[in-house]
C-alpha cells in the first residue's frame, strides 16, 4: 500500500492515470457495450482522484483537463469533422499544464512538459481516428432485405429447367434461371440477380458453361 501511495506522489503517473481514464470513459462512450475500456477508466479516475489530493488545487486546470473528455465524447455526438477534438487535446495540454505544473503544486514537482504534449498529440489522434470511423460507417449504405440479396451466391437443390429449388442462407427458395443458360443441374453455383416475389431469378455464377447436354439456350 504505501508503494502504491508513493508512485500517487508522482505527478507523471497521476498525470499518466488521468490520461487512461480519460482514453478509457472515451472508448466505452464511443462504442457502448465494451465494458472493459469503461472499467478501466473508472478505475484510473479514482487513482487520479486519490492521487490528485497531494497537489494545491488549481480548480482551472482541473476544469480544462475534464473539457477534454466533454469535447471528444461531443465531437462522436456531434461529429463536428475534429474540430472538438482539436479543442480536447488543447484543453488536456492547458489543463494539464495549469493543474500540474503551476508553482503550487506540492513539493515542487511537476510533470514533465514533453509528456503532455506528446498526450495531446496522441489524444488527437485516437480522437480523428474513431470520428472517421464513425463519418465512414454513416456514410456506407445499409443494404438489407431484396436489395442484399442481389448478387449473393446459392445452390441448385434440383436441376433447374429453367425452374426449379436453390438454397440461399440455409433456406429452401424457388429459383428460375434467366438466359442464356435455361438448365443447370442440382448442385451448380448460381447468383441471383432478381426477386421477383418469393421467387429468385439466377444465373450461373461462373462464365464457364455447364456441359453442353446439361444446358438449353432459349430459342435454340
Known sequence: MYALYALLLNPNIVFLLFLLALVGIYIETSHPGLIFPGVIGAGALLLFLFGARSFAPNWAGLALMTLALVFLV?????????????GAALSLVVGSLLFFNSSGSSQGMAVNAPLIYVAGVLVAGLGFYVVSMIVRTRRSPV????????????IALTDLKPEGRVNYGGEDWAAILDPPIMTVSAGSELRIVSIEGLRLHVQLATHSLPPRNSLFIEGA
Do not use: F, K, N
Open 74 to 86: 461531443l465531437d462522436v455526438r456531434l461529429l463536428t469533422r475534429g474540430v472538438l477534438t482539436v
Open 143 to 154: 443494404i438489407s432485405g431484396p436489395e442484399g440479396m442481389i448478387g449473393a451466391l446459392v
